[in-house]
């Protein structure tokens, strides 16, 4: 016979009861932990940076990729502003806007660059009444000469960089008028810095700056042009030494013997003996062309010539160092031909 469970032995009022199983609480450590969890989670949420904005370009346009306004009117009436702009990337366009009017609409430009229509002999009778208002505001306000001045300055290379290119168009389109304008200074500070941006350390800056001064050689009367870089040679910076020194080689190799005289041809001599001493072997390469375009016009047009017609012009060219130069700057000016 099976035996039977001892505790089905026990009467059922005497079997212990059963208790109720009770889930623990966390326990206080517990809860501390995932309060600090949640507010790391907190802090990193708040300390992940946004996401950076889309980067901005300016497309740089070759001149002779721009074309010609659709509506030239409507837009110089607007174009100040535009160009006096805070935002770079609307000064960038409004520039560009500069150079397609200097291209394609010279004519209309013109109130832009000077205060009065005296400048230019402007009829003003012959306008329409928006080049009164542009006139009216420029009184105030200043030229355009300045503003691209001011964006030479700015820290964004590509704000630069375009008004570089705007000033090349400028000098193409408009050549000696930008030394006719009223305010006397604008020329001589957006000619400074021109030789600052080619002499400094950003290429592609330094490029373009340098492809304008090559334009405003070309494009510019030698004559007023040479009298504003003569200061320039003598400024304190090397690099813009340098720089005017080339600028004024090129300036004085479109000149004749009429307009040497005119500006002194003792002058640009004395100028290029100082060049020669230069730090710089740019500055010392511009002061030996200008040396030899001095001696090829002074040779052609000496009026001692003689029998001999190499020696006598080569003996008057050494007679006019040793005249208008200290003996050793004249011997370094005779040698450079000589050789």
Not at 142 to 169: E, F, H, Q, W, Y
Not at 298 to 307: A, E, P, V
Not at 317 to 325: A, E, P
């Amino acid at each position: 016979m099976p035996l039977r469970p001892l505790d089905n032995a026990l009467p059922s009022a005497e079997q212990p009861k059963k208790v109720a199983k009770v889930a623990a609480s966390p326990s206080l450590s517990a809860k501390k932990a995932a309060a600090a969890l949640a507010a790391a989670s907190r802090v990193n949420d708040e300390n992940t940076p946004n996401p950076p904005p889309p980067e901005q370009s300016v497309e740089y346009v070759p001149s002779e990729d721009l074309a010609a306004l659709m509506d030239p009117g409507s837009k110089i009436v607007v174009l100040l502003d535009e160009l006096s702009s805070k935002d770079w990337i609307r000064g960038c366009e409004a520039l560009n806007d500069l150079r397609r009017m200097a291209l394609h609409h010279s004519s209309l430009l013109l109130p832009i660059f000077w205060k009065c229509g005296k400048a230019c002999k402007i009829d003003h009778s012959a306008k329409e009444n928006w080049v009164m208002i542009i006139a009216s505001l420029l009184m105030i306000r200043g030229n355009a000469t300045t503003i691209i001045v001011k964006a030479m300055k700015s820290p964004r290379s590509a704000l630069c960089k375009t008004s570089i290119m705007a000033s090349a168009d400028i000098f193409q389109s408009f050549g000696a008028l930008l030394l006719s304008s009223t305010e006397d200074n604008a020329f001589d500070q957006l000619l400074l810095q021109l030789l600052l941006k080619a002499s400094q350390d950003k290429k592609f800056v330094c490029e373009e700056a340098e492809k304008a001064l090559v334009k405003m050689a070309m494009c510019m009367p030698p004559l007023p042009l040479l009298k504003k870089l003569q200061s320039c040679v003598n400024h304190a910076n090397l690099r813009v030494r340098a720089k005017a020194a080339i600028s004024m080689s090129k300036c004085i190799s479109k000149m004749d013997i009429e307009v040497m005289t005119e500006f002194g041809i003792a002058t640009l001599l004395r100028v290029a003996a100082e060049l020669l001493n230069d730090r710089l072997p740019e500055a010392r390469e511009a002061a030996r062309s200008i040396i030899i375009t001095l001696h090829g016009e002074f040779s052609k047009n000496n009026n001692n010539l003689k029998d001999d017609k190499e020696s006598s012009a080569s003996e008057s060219w050494q007679d006019f160092c040793f005249v208008n130069l200290p003996p050793i700057a004249a011997q370094s000016v005779a040698k450079i031909i000589s050789l």
